[in-house]
């Protein structure tokens, strides 16, 4: 058998899939439904890569051109989400990483987001970690027994005042509603219902949406992911008018206990910068760090980052942001989030 590694774009969805579904690191996000909804919801062309030895295919990398007018072109493997780097062997992985950055072709920025590190030239970037929390899978009482009291108080007081949490894909609606209006509050676009329902439909199963409601009031909201042994949490809001009885707690406490329920032994809080506010309310449940292993190519050979709404530019149209109203910044969000991966 010939060692030569041959790189093509992929077309064999079901294959991508099972090689996927045998590889140690693949995920939910590596799968190939992302490149539809990636496609429908924003009209980003993928190139998703197959590598072959002879005719068995020992590689992939799935990766998305995203391009903006407004925040330039990136080449991301895969935007929104934190994972997806190249799966394979070593010298799939090299050779896989390597061709994404010769397919450049302009891009400000190549990179590969995976959960742990890869064999690969690209230069690894730290900026960001995931937080994860390990359950007693099918004992959701042992688990929340297992949380600070002050955490258990938080849980049991938004229940207390009549916070319920709702799961279904009926539930899209709803989630959207709270999401979009966080989203403006923190002064940045939002997905709009469309991607989540596309995403919800294409992963089926593997999707949750849940709702947490004051009376019939949707006032937090999640949409997580299974990926394997665990759950992440990759979307949620609350709504800041309704804090002082703490939805999110109740929120986040129904998720897990789904996820006890159906047996998984890991819940994953999604990423975030480290010690930033996000990482601070992750941690208080009793979970761990992991740094994440992301990998960069650019001309310049300097670290780079997609748009960072903290700073120049960006940080007056924050503030510009915060101050539209929803019928405003609800389709027009929807139109620019697709270009900031």
């Known amino acids: 058998m010939t060692n030569t590694l041959r790189i093509v774009p992929a077309t064999d969805g079901a294959e991508w899939n099972r090689f996927v579904e045998g590889a140690p690191d693949g995920s939910t996000f590596?799968?190939?439904?992302?490149?539809?909804?990636?496609?429908?919801?924003?009209?980003?062309?993928?190139?998703?890569?197959?590598?072959?030895?002879?005719?068995?295919?020992?590689?992939?990398?799935?990766?998305?051109?995203?391009?903006?007018?407004?925040?330039?072109?990136?080449?991301?493997?895969?935007?929104?989400v934190s994972y997806g780097g190249p799966l394979g062997d070593a010298t799939a992985q090299r050779a896989l990483s390597s061709h994404a950055a010769s397919i450049a072709n302009?891009?400000?920025?190549?990179?590969?987001?995976?959960?742990?590190?890869?064999?690969?030239?690209?230069?690894?970037?730290?900026r960001k970690i995931t937080v994860?929390?390990?359950?007693?899978?099918?004992?959701?009482?042992?688990?929340?027994?297992?949380?600070?009291?002050?955490?258990?108080?938080?849980?049991?007081?938004a229940e207390r005042d009549g916070v319920t949490v709702r799961f279904g894909r009926d539930q899209a609606g709803a989630f959207h509603r709270v999401f979009a209006e966080h989203m403006r509050d923190l002064g940045s676009?939002?997905?709009?219902?469309?991607?989540?329902?596309?995403?919800?439909?294409?992963?089926?199963?593997?999707?949750?949406?849940?709702?947490?409601?004051?009376?019939?009031?949707?006032?937090?909201?999640?949409?997580?992911?299974?990926?394997?042994?665990?759950?992440?949490i990759s979307w949620a809001s609350a709504l800041r008018r309704y804090s002082k009885i703490a939805p999110n707690m109740a929120l986040y406490g129904a998720f897990i206990r789904r996820a006890c329920e159906r047996q998984f032994a890991v819940f994953n809080f999604g990423r975030c910068t480290p010690e930033s506010g996000t990482h601070k309310f992750k941690r208080q449940w009793g979970s761990r760090d992991e740094p994440?292993?992301?990998?960069?190519?650019?001309?310049?050979?300097?670290?780079?980052?997609?748009?960072?709404?903290?700073q120049g530019a960006f940080a007056l149209a924050v503030k510009m942001w915060q101050k539209l109203p929803m019928a405003v910044t609800g389709p027009l969000g929807a139109r620019l989030i697709g270009g900031i991966p």
Request: net charge negative; hydrophobic share 40%; charged share 25%.
């Open 132 to 157: 994860v929390c390990d359950l007693v899978a099918g004992d959701y009482e042992a688990t929340f027994k297992g949380f600070d009291s002050k955490l258990r108080s938080q849980i049991r007081r």
């Open 30 to 80: 590596h799968r190939w439904e992302w490149r539809e909804v990636y496609r429908a919801s924003y009209g980003h062309e993928s190139p998703y890569l197959a590598a072959y030895r002879g005719d068995e295919l020992v590689g992939v990398l799935p990766l998305v051109r995203v391009r903006s007018l407004v925040f330039g072109h990136y080449l991301i493997s895969s935007p929104f």
């Open 106 to 126: 302009g891009a400000k920025l190549v990179e590969l987001r995976s959960r742990h590190p890869i064999e690969t030239d690209l230069t690894l970037v730290s």
């Open 292 to 310: 994440l292993a992301w990998y960069q190519y650019s001309k310049s050979g300097e670290e780079s980052a997609p748009p960072n709404p903290d």
């Open 189 to 232: 676009p939002a997905h709009g219902q469309a991607f989540f329902e596309r995403l919800a439909d294409a992963l089926g199963d593997r999707a949750w949406i849940g709702v947490a409601y004051l009376g019939d009031v949707p006032i937090a909201g999640g949409f997580a992911i299974e990926n394997g042994g665990e759950v992440e």
